[in-house]
């Protein structure tokens, strides 16, 4: 790890509270299930899906698997009309067991064995990306099957991760490939790109979509086949300790650069976060308890190792809070319950007093949490719990 690990300060803790349902809800979950535990409501997923699709109302929404590959998610979403955005075989077999219809979805991964070419296309999935001539050789087995996104690259340093270090091309390398790609009888069906992961800043997205038209344009002025598809990734933020613009706000100006597009040209998006991060709680409990310098250190049976992996990988600022409130504050330590001294959550901050079972939930812990998880020390992951996964006429769980 290049960097050090981000660790909750006071701001997470402000003014979060729980209301009367969620602590009857945490309550029974551990008095049933012990803890830790993660809380997800399907609910949730229902309401930002349909917020999104709001927000883009002509774009089709491929949910990325990677932040929360969970079944109850992908069947939620099946449901719901959405499509899906797969990258690796596992994501693959994951929508395959839900019955998901393989035409509702693309793979993304730039990068790809021929095993993993082969796995998607024995699901029926047919759309691949490529972003550069030694990935677009591997698909001259398959020419009569597929279709190719060619993905760009649009740096950004601002986003929790840039994933246009990793991946993408530029607009001229881009050209070369679709040129390319002509030569050898492959289809390419359009262009992709990912501004970054909770990008704050819609003009990002107005950037790319703008430089992608001129792509397009050139594609055309060159005699090369027209592009029927422009893909726009993920990324969309969502509120963790910072404010953030709401999404049909957010949306306006991308909405307003996707007019510029010939009509011809079909957009499709690639969420994952705005999908599952408000839809899951964290529950730990404390397993015991020391003074150390001034501060009360609070050790929970879940941590950096564990759903708290985010703060590792990912840059969010969970809120977090107690269930029991009131009486005296202390300067107070959360860390996690491995042995190793960087497994810690939070430092600096005010507490009740707890005792040894009081239980710490988080919030906004869907997205990139238990999906980086790992069994470190033999700590066995939170358990997920699942909330509201019939689409009856009930209420959302988690606030
Ligand atoms: C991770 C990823 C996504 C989802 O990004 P979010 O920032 O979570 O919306 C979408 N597309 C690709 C190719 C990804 O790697």
């Not at 507490?351 to 997205?367: E, H, I, K, S």
């Amino acid at each position: 790890m290049a960097h050090a690990h981000s660790v909750l300060d006071f701001q997470s803790f402000s003014s979060q509270t729980l209301s009367a349902a969620e602590v009857s809800l945490i309550e029974s979950s551990v008095e049933q299930f012990g803890a830790p535990l993660l809380l997800l409501d399907c609910d949730v997923i229902r309401s930002q899906y349909r917020e999104l699709k709001n927000a883009l109302p002509t774009v089709t929404l491929h949910f990325a698997l990677k932040p929360l590959p969970h079944p109850a998610v992908v069947k939620t979403l099946l449901e719901e009309g959405a499509s899906f955005d797969l990258a690796t075989t596992g994501e693959v077999e994951l929508v395959a067991q839900q019955g998901v219809p393989a035409e509702r979805t693309i793979h993304t991964h730039p990068i790809k064995r021929d095993s993993d070419i082969r796995d998607a296309l024995a699901y029926g999935c047919n759309v691949f990306v490529v972003d550069n001539l030694n990935e677009l050789a591997k698909f001259k087995a398959y020419k009569d099957e597929v279709e190719l996104l060619v993905r760009l690259s649009f740096r950004n340093s601002e986003a929790f991760a840039d994933l246009s270090k990793k991946f993408g091309c530029s607009p001229e390398q881009a050209l070369t490939i679709i040129e390319t790609a002509k030569e050898w009888n492959i289809r390419i069906k359009g262009l992709s790109f990912h501004v970054g992961s909770q990008t704050m800043n819609p003009q990002k997205y107005v950037d790319a979509i703008l430089t992608c038209k001129q792509v397009m344009e050139q594609v055309v002025e060159r005699g090369l086949p027209a592009l029927s598809t422009l893909d726009i990734g993920g990324g969309f933020p969502v509120s963790y300790s910072k404010h953030v613009t709401p999404i049909d706000e957010f949306c306006v100006p991308i909405n307003e650069a996707l007019n510029e597009l010939p009509e011809t040209v079909h957009v499709i998006a690639e969420p994952g976060r705005f999908i599952v991060a408000q839809a899951m709680m964290s529950v730990a409990s404390v397993m015991g308890q020391a003074e150390r310098e001034g501060q009360i250190w609070y050790y929970l049976d879940d941590g950096i190792y564990g759903s708290f992996s985010g703060l590792m990988f990912d840059d969010a600022q969970y809120p977090l809070v107690t269930l029991k409130q009131g009486g005296e504050y202390l300067p107070s330590v959360l860390a996690g319950p491995t042995c190793d001294s960087i497994d810690v959550i939070a430092e600096n901050v005010m507490l009740p007093q707890l005792d040894n079972g009081d239980l710490v939930v988080g919030r906004m812990m869907g997205a990139y949490t238990s999906a980086t998880a790992t069994d470190f020390n033999f700590f066995k992951r939170a358990q997920t719990i699942v909330f509201n996964e019939e689409a009856a006429a009930q209420e959302r769980m988690i606030g």
